[in-house]
């Protein structure tokens, strides 16, 4: 029970809804547009874009960073449904299966190491 004491609460509750108001924000303004499935990625490049905009004039806080690192970190959990369900997809594609791992590399892994690099060296 320790580390609950440790915790940084205040950086964790602003960085979670640091990180809600700019999706629901992006998802709102999407849905303006009637394409809704586009705000989390509205979100994310917006968020980006404000933290490297505040990066330019002063430092991004250290909680923050920290809290980040280990949301993104314990957040790798989340995907492990998704790989299963996407496994069970593969086992009924048969000849198709080449073609879904090249659009499955091209606009997944390839992104998010290019955003991992970009976070890295910006960030």
Known sequence: MDWIKALDWKAWIG???LIIL???GAVWLMSQFSHPEL???TGLLSLLAVLLLWRKYKAVPARLVD???KIMKESAFA???ISAGSLLMMMHMGKEIPLF???LVV???IPLWIYAIIAKKWL
């Open 22 to 24: 700019f999706r629901e």
């Open 39 to 41: 705000g989390n990625l």
């Open 15 to 17: 960085t979670i809804s």
């Open 101 to 103: 791992l090249t659009v």
């Open 79 to 81: 995907f492990l449904p």
């Open 107 to 109: 606009s997944t892994l």
């Open 67 to 69: 809290t980040n690192n």
